[in-house]
């Protein structure tokens, strides 16, 4: 299969590596990489009616309500071509309107790549994350800080501490993934399209912990 028809989830609790992930892959493969979060946080910087009615639930660090996500994806999910969905679903009821929009568009799903950590490292990584919320590139002040505090490598441009990654937040957010989105392991598990990967790991062997288990379920013939 050629690399541009991988269509992913990646799933997995907050801080896990979804994002740094979706961000390698997007580069190594030219797939189109959605996440809800960024596209969420985009709403709400630019004080969209759709921003507005979800800055309460980011900043609570609830879940969006389904409708408002799924509306989102359904204008956004692309006909043409791979993906990554960092983020989405994130309930049965998400995962259930995503089967149904690839349903309609005649499109299967490679792979939900199941994400692995311990919650004490989840709530370190993400304390200590630092994010260019232009590209979405991530740096974290202890495992891969940037050359210069508070400044993008890449661009130049200033890192920010995400206003939902303060601890008590992280604790919810910890709490609403075990309760609301755990359930879609078995989900994906039933239907087949699991591979696990275990994020406690370095960030290069997580990458090449997911090629191998896309070359395994034949979603990958390159290296
Ligand atoms: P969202 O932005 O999706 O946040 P999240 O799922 O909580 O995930 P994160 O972005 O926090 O973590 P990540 O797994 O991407 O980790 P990262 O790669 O950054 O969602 C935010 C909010 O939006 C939600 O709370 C909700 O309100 C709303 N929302 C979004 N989607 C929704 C949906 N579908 N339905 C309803 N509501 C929705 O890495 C974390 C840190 O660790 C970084 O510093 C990184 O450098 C470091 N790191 C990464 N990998 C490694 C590694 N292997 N070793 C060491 N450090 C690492």
Redo the contacts with the bound molecule.
């Keep these: 299969m050629s690399p541009f028809a991988l269509r992913l989830v990646l799933l997995?609790p907050?801080?896990?590596?979804?994002?740094?992930q979706a961000l390698l892959l997007e580069k190594r493969y030219a797939l189109r990489r959605i996440?809800?979060?960024d596209l969420?946080r985009r709403h709400r910087a630019d004080k969209t009616p759709l921003g507005m009615e979800a800055q309460p639930?980011?900043d609570h660090?609830?879940?969006?309500p389904d409708p408002i996500?799924i509306g989102m994806m359904e204008a956004d999910l692309p006909r043409e071509n791979g993906f990554i969905l960092?983020?989405?679903?994130?309930t049965i009821a998400?995962a259930n309107a995503l089967g149904e929009m690839l349903r309609r568009l005649e499109i299967p799903l490679t792979a939900a790549v199941l994400f692995s950590a311990e919650r004490e490292e989840l709530i370190r990584?993400?304390t200590?994350?630092w994010t260019n919320p232009r590209s979405g590139k991530?740096?974290?002040t202890l495992?891969?800080p940037p050359k210069v505090v508070g400044v993008d490598d890449e661009d130049g441009g200033p890192l920010v501490q995400r206003a939902?990654d303060t601890l008590e937040t992280v604790t919810n957010?910890l709490d609403v993934y075990e309760r609301d989105t755990r359930p879609l392991i078995e989900f994906y598990d039933t239907a087949g399209l699991l591979v696990r990967v275990d994020?406690m790991?370095?960030?290069d062997d997580?990458t090449a912990q997911i090629m191998q288990a896309l070359r395994a379920v034949g979603g990958l013939a390159v290296s």
């Design positions: 997995g907050p801080g896990a590596g979804k994002g740094t996440s809800t979060g969420l639930y980011m660090g609830d879940l969006v996500v960092d983020g989405f679903p994130r998400q990584r993400l200590g994350r991530v740096y974290h495992y891969s939902d957010r994020a790991r370095s960030v997580v």
